[in-house]
């Protein structure tokens, strides 16, 4: 089956296939390697995508069905730097993996979205967030290219491996950058495609859906993440995903006052205390000693804050 040119109908086949994909993945949740994804990524792909990207800890804490159910191509919470109180958005985020460890990570003062336009993936997501316990989201049904949430509503928007999904990835951008309060960050995971990948794989619809064929190259990302808006915009490439695209981690940030993201509300003590990593790093890193330190309000807050088991 070739990429239709029609949005809609693009977009129909995109929702079926991870329908598909929430659906298996809820029947299979005792033999998550053999069966999960299967509709919509191949064998070979399996060691790509999924949940092999997030430390063993981050995996622990989840109900199983919310870590097979995983699709990404990346791991968006460790690339973040997520704070205590921020609000997040997840585009597209699917069983709920990232919006779940997100919750965490902003804690009880915080708010996690997750936007999600498949039924089935909302369903399995909500019986994720009840199995794990995490009140502090939201699940949003819609769009990405239509974001159902005010002008500068949010602190940081995260997303794993959905936006080369869209048949409109430029509107995905300018929405993002639309709802970023000034000084906010787009910290996401996605494929980017070589700027010679072929017109086989440009046109084949199994690889569209498996989050090839529809990527942006590098260049035309950061083209269309200028043209939103977004400035300070680095792409990463961390590994390859197919012979012609690679999984990267891609961050920008809006422009503007930050006085008001909750990043500069929490200070700069995450950056100068010698013992303190990165929020998404403490988890496994950070020296218990410095956990007072490092985690400031989150002490308390199960999960939300690294060292928890031996601080
Ligand atoms: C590759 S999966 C990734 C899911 C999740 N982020 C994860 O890491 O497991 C892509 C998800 O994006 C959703 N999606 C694709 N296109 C979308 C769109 N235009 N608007 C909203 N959701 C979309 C799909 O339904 C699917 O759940």
């Not at 994909?21 to 792909?45: L, M, W």
């Not at 997520?82 to 997840?90: F, I, K, N, P, S």
Request: glycine share 8%; aromatic share 4%; charged share 20%.
């Amino acid at each position: 089956m070739t990429v239709p040119a029609d949005q809609t109908e693009l977009r129909d086949i995109v929702r079926e296939r991870y329908a598909a994909a929430a659906t298996s993945d809820r029947c299979c949740r005792s033999d998550a390697d053999t069966c999960c994804a299967s509709a919509v990524i191949t064998e070979e792909q399996k060691a790509f995508f999924g949940k092999s990207h997030y430390y063993d800890q981050d995996r622990a804490s989840l109900p199983e069905s919310a870590v097979v159910a995983s699709l990404g191509c990346g791991n968006p919470i460790a690339i973040a730097d997520l704070y205590a109180g921020e609000t997040v958005l997840d585009l597209g985020s699917g069983g709920g993996i990232d919006v779940l460890l997100a919750g965490r990570r902003v804690g009880p003062t915080g708010l996690v979205y997750g936007l999600e336009m498949t039924d089935e993936m909302l369903d399995l997501a909500r019986q994720n967030q009840a199995e794990a316990g995490v009140t502090n989201v939201q699940w949003l049904r819609g769009h990405i290219e239509n974001i159902p949430l005010p002008a500068e509503s949010v602190d940081v928007i995260i997303s794993n491996c959905v936006i080369n999904l869209s048949g409109d990835k430029p509107r995905v951008l300018r929405e993002s950058a639309r709802v970023l309060k000034p000084g906010g960050r787009f910290a996401v995971s996605d494929v980017v495609a070589d700027s010679n990948m072929d017109d086989a794989t440009r046109s084949d619809m199994q690889a569209y859906t498996g989050c090839i064929a529809g990527a942006l190259t590098r260049d035309e990302f950061t083209d269309a993440l200028q043209a939103a808006g977004l400035t300070d915009i680095t792409i990463t490439e961390t590994h390859r995903v197919h012979s012609a695209a690679a999984s990267a981690i891609i961050r920008a940030t809006k422009p503007g006052d930050t006085s008001d993201t909750g990043a500069i509300a929490r200070g700069p003590q995450q950056e100068t205390a010698a013992a303190c990593c990165s929020t998404s790093a403490q988890a496994t890193c950070c020296e218990p000693s410095a956990k007072g330190e490092c985690c400031d309000s989150e002490i308390h807050a199960a999960g939300a804050c690294g060292c928890s088991a031996s601080g």
